[in-house]
């Protein structure tokens, strides 16, 4: 069983910057890919961006050159840094072990003047 607590959202102004981190629990974090979505009001989850087990990283087209996802094995932690953000990026912020049912409660970002 893994439990993934998100942390780091908050109130930012547009260009500002968080970092959200994504906690889990169990010993098999590790092989596990690990992702980030978002869900807007009124609008499904999405992707923002994944990290394989060896580090390999992929990003939606919105968030490219603005987000940077890492994960810490020795913690079992992954992060997402959020850069140069905008209005649009308001939303509550999902980590999601990849392939498998867990799912952390979100975390929320919002983003205004």
């Known amino acids: 069983q893994v439990q993934l607590v998100e942390s780091g959202g908050g109130l930012v102004q547009p260009g500002g910057s968080l970092r959200l981190s994504c906690a889990a629990s169990?010993?098999?974090?590790?092989?596990?890919?690990m992702t980030w979505y978002l869900q807007a009001p009124g609008k499904q989850r999405e992707l923002v961006a994944g990290?394989?087990?060896?580090?390999?990283?992929n990003y939606a087209d919105s968030v490219k050159g603005r987000f940077t996802i890492s994960r810490d094995n020795a913690k079992n932690t992954v992060y997402l840094q959020m850069d140069n953000l905008k209005p649009e990026d308001t939303a509550v912020y999902y980590c999601?072990?990849?392939?498998?049912?867990?799912w952390g409660q979100g975390t929320q970002v919002t983003v205004s003047s």
């Open positions: 999601h072990a990849l392939g498998s049912p867990h």
């Open positions: 169990g010993s098999i974090f590790r092989i596990y890919a």
């Open positions: 990290i394989s087990s060896g580090g390999s990283t």
